[in-house]
């Protein structure tokens, strides 16, 4: 399919006299026709509600955008929490799950009263000791094993994730937390990440719901949830095939008509906490050519670099790059984009083909919408962009300012040097 920014040069052209580039900008149109579209695929289960998976994208504007549709937040940190907490999430609208969970930040969550998923059952006893109680809803994270396929092709390890309890604790911490007065239970697993296939949360509902159905008979545990977490992925390449999203609302409900419904459980609410498939595609890292080399290979530096967008270095992932302005011409160059960092991974393509590029050209960079501004950092001194979002009426509005030296410098309380230092720049 073919990959078109939601913006124009001309718009580009009018922010970044406001707002230099580089910055991530989000479709605030495009994020509502989706969480809309989600919605409406899982309209079948009345109990349906989608956390949204902060780490993504955790911006409290987007966010909001995504409250407004039903949406709740999950959360795995101290600081995420307190961002659902500001925008005015409360207890049951936060999912906790975490992993190797430090007590302050179980603590936290069970005074906002989120619902917590534990990851282990060693957590039973650690969550008690630090919150003095078991919370009377209670959600175990599941990890069968084994490889998850599907017909035969691999989607993920999870025997080899350090994720979730296997399938006796799974069963053994039900019992517990069952005698120690939790009343309501959830189950939940994440096996695959960015699948592009309608199949995969139907098969893993097969999988939770079937689990889900000797839980209740063997242990007597009323399960209120089942939470399919995030996974469901999205077209970063444009031979990809997007996913259907009606097709996997459907696949869910027909695996739920046959599992769930006939055990007696049509009361069990579906969850999801995907966070790539709600912003991914609605967001874009917008850069600007600042360089050309030839040398061994023909290069065009940028003044984006991988802090703004650490998936290309990282997983060498692949993100769309469209030359703004020349959308029609033809792709009769091959490019390294760079970045300026000192690590020669700082490429956001290796030998792409694309139209010529000129000093001052603006790309837009796809798909940075989840995993993108969130996994920034300050490698080489680097400093995190700006994030705009482009509203439903064609404006665009600054959500979060690009950082500046004194925020690079603000945690040194120890060494108050940034005053100085302006002095000296003047
Ligand atoms: C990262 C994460 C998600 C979201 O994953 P996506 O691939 O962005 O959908 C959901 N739940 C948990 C527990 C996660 O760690």
Redesign the pocket.
Known sequence: MQKIPFLSLEKVQEIAKEYPTPFHIYDEKGIRQNVEALQKAFSWNSGFREYF?V??TPNPYLIQILREHGCGC?C?SLTELMLAKAIGCKGQDIMF?SNTTPAVEYAYAHREQAIINLDDITHIDFLEKTIGEIPKIISCRYNPGGLFKISNDIMDNPGDAKYGMTTEQLFEAFRILKGKGAQEFGIHA?LA??TVTNEYYPLLAKILFETAVKLQQETGCHITFINL?????IPYHPDQTPNDIQAIGDGVRQVYQEVLEPAGMGDVAIYA?????MLGPYGGLVTQAIHEKHTHKEYVGCDACAVNLMRPAMYGAYHHITVLGKEQEPCTKIYDITGSLCENNDKFAIDRKLPEIQMGDYLFIHDTG??GFSMGYNYNGKLRSAEILLREDGSYQLIRRAETPKDYFATFDCFPVYEELMKSMK
Do not use: V, W
């Not at 977490?229 to 992925?233: A, D, P």
């Not at 906490?273 to 498939?277: F, Q």
């Open positions: 998976a780490k993504a999950d795995s799950s994440f990440s960015n977490s995030g996974g469901i992925g906490e995907l966070g790539r498939y989840a995993h």
